[in-house]
C-alpha cells in the first residue's frame, strides 16, 4: 500500500480508490457547502453509488495514465486516521508532458499547510517519475486561498479566462497558473541544505 507521510503532525497522502468510497462520502458531506464553493467535487458524490462510481472513474485514469486522486488523512491523539481532504491529477497527458494539479478540503483542515505539502509530494513525482514539463493550476480568482497554495509552490500566473467557470449561477474568472520542470527543479535545489 502506497503512503507518504506529510510531516511530523501525522498526516499522509494515500490514493483515493473506490473501496473508500463510504469514507469520501462521509468527509464530503462533512464539508459539502465549503468544498462545493468552487469546485464539483460535492456533487459527484451524493450518495454512496455516486460516490464510488466517481472513485472508480479516477481509478480508470490512473490505470490509463490520464489523471491520479489521492486522499489526505490526520491522525488524532488516539491514532485514528480521517480523511480531511486531497489532491489529484484533472487530467494528465504524459506523452505532451502536462497536467492539471487540483485539491481541496473540508473546513476542519484548513489553514495547516495540508495542500501545499500534498502538492509537492505529487508535483515532484510527475516531473522528476513521470517526465511531466509543464504542471498547470487553475482557480477562480476568487479562491485566494488556492491562489496563495500556487504561489507558495513557485507558480506562474499565465492568465485569466473571463467569466470561464459557471458555478450555482455564477459565473468566476479562472486564473491559470504553471510551473515547468526546469523552474521546479531550481527552486528545489536552491531549497535544499548545502553540502558541508
Same mark, same amino acid.
Given at each position: ?6 510531516? @511530523? ?9 473506490? &473501496? ?5 462520502? %462521509?468527509?464530503? @458531506? ?7 464553493? *468552487? ?14 462510481? *466517481? ?7 490512473? %490505470?490509463?495514465?490520464?489523471?491520479? *486522486? ?22 494528465? @497527458? ?22 501545499? &505539502? ?14 511531466? #514539463?509543464?504542471?498547470?493550476? #487553475? ?17 506562474? &500566473? ?6 470561464? *467557470? ?5 459565473? #468566476? ?24
Amino acid at each position: 500500500m502506497f503512503e507518504r507521510s506529510l510531516g @511530523d503532525d501525522g498526516a499522509v497522502l494515500r490514493p483515493l480508490e473506490p &473501496r473508500h468510497a463510504e469514507e469520501y462520502l %462521509a468527509h464530503i @458531506d462533512r464539508g459539502r457547502e465549503f468544498i462545493g464553493r *468552487f469546485t464539483g467535487l460535492s456533487a459527484a458524490a451524493t450518495d454512496l453509488d455516486s460516490a464510488r462510481a *466517481f472513485l472508480q472513474r479516477y481509478a480508470e485514469k490512473a %490505470a490509463n495514465d490520464t489523471g491520479r *486522486f489521492y486522499g489526505i488523512w490526520t491522525r488524532d491523539e488516539s491514532g485514528t486516521y480521517t480523511l480531511v481532504g486531497g489532491v489529484l491529477f484533472l487530467v494528465m @497527458d504524459v506523452a505532451q508532458g502536462t497536467t492539471e494539479v487540483g485539491c481541496w478540503l473540508e473546513p476542519s483542515a484548513v489553514g495547516r499547510g495540508l495542500i501545499t &505539502r500534498a502538492c509537492r509530494v505529487i508535483i515532484d513525482w510527475a516531473i522528476e517519475e513521470r517526465g511531466i #514539463h509543464r504542471v498547470e493550476w #487553475h482557480a477562480a480568482s476568487a479562491n485566494t486561498a488556492s491562489i496563495a497554495v500556487a504561489r507558495r509552490l513557485g507558480m506562474k &500566473r499565465d492568465g485569466v479566462l473571463r467569466e470561464s *467557470f459557471l458555478r450555482d449561477g455564477v459565473r #468566476h474568472d479562472m486564473e491559470v497558473w504553471s510551473i515547468l520542470a526546469p523552474e521546479w527543479r531550481a527552486a528545489a535545489a536552491s531549497a535544499e541544505p548545502t553540502a558541508r
